[in-house]
């Protein structure tokens, strides 16, 4: 089986982070995968201004070059009033410029998100949805997966607690693998 580099960007800057702590259990499934998962940070990324676009920053420049390295990106969001948090679509603003640059074009990638609410970052993941697809980027479409967070989720470790939503991740994170194939 090939291997290939995702970058994680997690859309929290939390602390601690629900959904920081569901990418780090969902990254333990990942070497069976095929996956070899990097960490794409955007805590560090100014507010986006069009005169940046001019004179791009070293931060803007080093997220974009991050995603640019790797062969497709793994996108774990919060859901901030039915829709993804501000840092996150700046952090995508940064990577969609300057115009005609987007660094999401034609980048594999998969989308997910987890709340303690019933409906489980649903909104907050068909807007995010809908913004990648106007970058040309191709999405994991199925499964959908939407994380419900109860007590019992997480082990005392850290990992996912039950066999068959870890098998179910197992098989996107697969999902995943076969889209970047495909797109190689
Ligand atoms: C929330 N939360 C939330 N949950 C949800 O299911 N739908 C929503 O629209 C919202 N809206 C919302 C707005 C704001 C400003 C906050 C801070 C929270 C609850 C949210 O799911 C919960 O705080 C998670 O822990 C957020 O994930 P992170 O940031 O901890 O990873």
Redesign the pocket.
């Given at each position: 089986m090939a291997e290939y580099t995702v970058g994680l960007i997690?859309?929290?800057?939390?602390e601690?982070?629900?959904?920081?702590?569901?990418a780090d259990a969902l990254v333990r499934l990942a070497p069976e995968t095929g996956l070899v998962v990097r960490d794409i940070p955007i805590a560090e990324l100014p507010f986006y201004g069009a005169q940046y676009d001019k004179d791009f920053p070293t931060a803007g420049r080093a997220f974009k070059d991050a995603i640019e390295n790797v062969d497709g990106l793994l996108i774990?969001?919060?859901?901030?009033?039915?829709?993804i948090?501000g840092v996150l679509k700046n952090a995508i603003d940064w990577a969609t410029r300057p115009a005609g640059h987007s660094s999401l074009t034609g980048k594999p990638t998969a989308v997910t998100?987890?709340?303690?609410?019933?409906?489980?970052?649903a909104?907050?993941q068909n807007h995010l949805k809908a913004i990648l697809v106007a970058q040309g980027a191709p999405l994991v479409g199925a499964p959908e997966v939407y994380i419900r967070?109860t007590d019992d989720f997480f082990t005392e470790d850290g990992a996912i607690a039950n066999e068959g939503t870890r098998e179910f991740l197992t098989a996107f994170l697969q999902r995943l693998h076969e889209l970047i194939r495909r797109w190689q």
């Open positions: 997690v859309g929290s800057v939390s601690p982070s629900l959904n920081r702590r569901f774990v969001t919060p859901e901030y009033n039915r829709s948090p998100g987890a709340s303690k609410g019933v409906i489980s970052t909104l907050a967070i």
